[in-house]
């Protein structure tokens, strides 16, 4: 798999549903100022929460986009890489995926929101932003299903089962939805130190 346009959606907890997604818009704006995201140049910020099921809040940068979003109905942080990357598909996916958690920790340790939002460990979206390289098919998934399974391992542990589920769809991005069972939930933490990243401080 060539592409780097790969995309990780991470769920808010069921207490965080109804949270008002602009209210991180004062929030992205101070992440630019202070340049927050290592590695990424962050320069705008876009606020469609008036639109139903939509992109709700984007803080977009040069290299990827973040959006709080209900794209799919339900509120969640997306990780959108725009930019290629370099290193193998794993490595390019295990960095989509630190890039995702750490984000979504950083806004749930915002003092700005007091622990109003907090996301849940145990479901995830996966998807290729890139039909030539990545086409919604059986092919695809059974080309990156290995990688995939690879990082989520590094992920959640050997004790954790991780179901995938795929629908070929021509007429769709390229998608996998992740259920992670079997184990207690880490937090968003945890997750990172497993992944190497370490533990972010609070902005």
Partial sequence: MDSSKLSIKLYTDDRSADFPVQDAV???????QTRA???HLLVDVADYAHVPDGPGVVLVAQEANVYLDRFDGRLGLTYS?????????V?????????AIETAARLEESPAFDGRIQFRTDQLTFKINDRPLGPN????FEAIKGDLEHVLRELVGDSARVALRHTPDPRRLFEVVVTIEGASAPNLNSLLARL???QLASD
Wanted: net charge neutral; hydrophobic share 45%.
């Fill in 196 to 198: 190497g990243a370490g």
């Fill in 26 to 32: 004062p929030v992205f704006h101070s992440w630019i």
């Fill in 81 to 89: 890489r725009k930019q290629p990357l370099e290193g193998s598909f």
């Fill in 137 to 140: 098919t059986a092919a695809t």
């Fill in 91 to 99: 490595e390019r996916l295990r960095f989509v995926v630190t890039a």
């Fill in 37 to 39: 995201i290592d590695d």
